[in-house]
């Protein structure tokens, strides 16, 4: 129950954002949206993905967001109404059909027997921290088992932020 | 108890969401989402009682100090005209 009105509560912000044509009001529901995400994930127990999407979601992007607004301009350009609507509403709906009928096969929610919990997952639990020496499992896969995955994703956004910052300083338009 | 807590302040949320989506000031979408972090404070918390889990108040705690940063932001930006 509680998740349905997220779901839809998101799924009405991602509309609205996208719909209404002042792109700061975009912006923040584009912050709101991630405020509700957040909350399903609580829901579903991953927390730390939920401090990310709160702060990097409803606090950072809006921010950074906002900083380009003001270096660009505020309204959307009205965009002449596209004649040719039929083929790509065709193409779209084939796609999700196919997509939809893809997460047929997949196994349930939190199914202790889907392919995912049998892979890897039992050796992590039952020997991750007298092979790593960590206690926290998850820190134990970030960290050590998955270390130059984490050290590449770290130089992702450490490039990331250097190309933010190189655009967002200095110069005013 | 926590569950019918939890139906009111969403119905809260849908109401204010109303007030975000329809806008028609800036200022109005800002209120709306401010209002919105507040209720999602307290969704988080009532959330971690009912799945038993009490230490998400910590989760609420900390969404109450970031709540406010993007509404800073977009007020600076409308006072000035920039973020510097």
């Not at chain 1, 529901?29 to 702060?55: C, G, H, K, P, Q």
């Not at chain 1, 992007?61 to 301009?73: D, E, G, K, P």
């Not at chain 2, 000031?25 to 800002?30: A, E, H, L």
């Amino acid at each position: 129950m509680i998740d349905l009105v997220m779901l839809f509560l998101l799924v009405v912000c991602a509309l609205v954002a996208i719909h209404i044509k002042d792109l700061l009001g975009s912006a923040v529901l584009l912050s709101a949206y991630s405020l509700i995400m957040a909350v399903v994930w609580t829901r579903l127990n991953a927390v730390d993905v939920a401090f990310t999407e709160a702060s990097v979601g409803a606090g950072i992007t809006t921010v950074l967001l906002i900083a380009a607004i003001s270096r660009t301009a505020r309204g959307e350009e009205l965009m002449p109404r596209a004649r040719h609507v039929l083929p790509g509403f065709v193409i779209i709906v084939v796609t999700a059909a196919v997509l939809i009928w893809g997460t047929l096969d997949m196994p349930d929610f939190a199914d202790p027997n889907a392919p995912a919990n049998l892979h890897v997952a039992p050796r992590y639990i039952e020997h991750s921290a007298e092979e790593t020496g960590v206690i926290n499992m998850v820190t134990a896969v970030l960290a050590s088992y998955r270390g130059y995955d984490t050290l590449g994703e770290t130089t992702v956004i450490f490039t990331a932020g250097l190309g933010v910052i190189l655009l967002l300083r200095g110069r005013k338009r | 108890m926590f569950s019918t807590a939890a139906v009111l302040v969403l119905i809260a949320v849908l109401i204010v969401l109303y007030r975000a989506v329809k806008g028609p000031r800036i200022y109005d979408r800002v209120l709306a989402v401010n209002v919105m972090g507040t209720k999602t404070v307290v969704l988080l918390a009532l959330i971690g009682f009912i799945y038993n889990r009490p230490h998400f108040l910590d989760i609420a705690l900390v969404y109450a100090l970031i709540n406010f940063i993007a509404t800073i932001a977009i007020l600076k930006y409308k006072e000035t005209g920039s973020l510097q």
